[in-house]
């Protein structure tokens, strides 16, 4: 399967800025780096980009490197913004599948625990004990499929978490041993 050149210039672009602590490298910055910086870039970042961004970003592409002037700046940063774009959709098409999987996970998980409820309400315990097992699981499915996916990103892992743990919890509940009748307290 043949890289989309976004992707390939995404990738590069993470290998250029990519150092062993995750902070940008950045080489020394050209002439027209730096003036079109200075030009762009206030304290405070008041045009939305501070100097110091604005040189990090540009210093890591070649490409603006060789500049001449602030119009070939401009090509490198819209380049640089379509590689971004390029590669937010990805993650957002990433998610979005991802989160449609939950979804199914979730909604099968809810008619088990109808189910549950319904055998619960019956005194039919080991039946309700065994869909509490089986929907359990189903928590962690969905965690693994966020992370597993290229995007790496898990906006549900608080509601992941909570729903594992109130389904294991009914599950320990409900294979609790049954009370003696026998020794039922009267009130």
């Not at 961004?53 to 890591?60: I, M, R, T």
Request: charged share 20%; aromatic share 4%; hydrophobic share 40%.
């Amino acid at each position: 399967m043949a890289m989309h050149p976004q992707a390939a210039q995404l990738l590069a672009l993470i290998l250029l800025l990519s150092t062993g602590d995750g902070i940008l490298a950045v080489g020394t910055p050209s002439t027209i780096i730096t003036r079109t910086c200075a030009a762009v870039g206030r304290s405070g970042g008041q045009l939305g980009y501070e100097y110091d961004s604005c040189v990090g970003a540009l210093s890591a592409d070649p490409a603006a490197a060789a500049a001449k002037d602030a119009g070939q700046l401009a090509l490198v940063a819209t380049n640089l913004t379509v590689a971004n774009v390029t590669s937010t959709v990805l993650v957002l098409d990433d998610l979005v599948k991802n989160l449609r999987d939950c979804l199914r996970y979730y909604r099968d998980m809810n008619k088990t625990l109808d189910a549950a409820l319904g055998d619960l309400r019956a005194g039919r315990v080991e039946a309700a004990s065994n869909k509490l097992s089986d929907a359990s699981g189903v928590p962690d499915s969905c965690d693994i499929q966020l992370f597993e996916g290229s995007a790496k990103k898990n906006p549900m892992r608080k509601e992941n978490t909570d729903a594992d743990l109130l389904s294991r919890l009914a599950y320990a509940i409900a294979t609790l041993p049954a009370p003696d009748p026998r020794h039922r307290r009267q009130v």
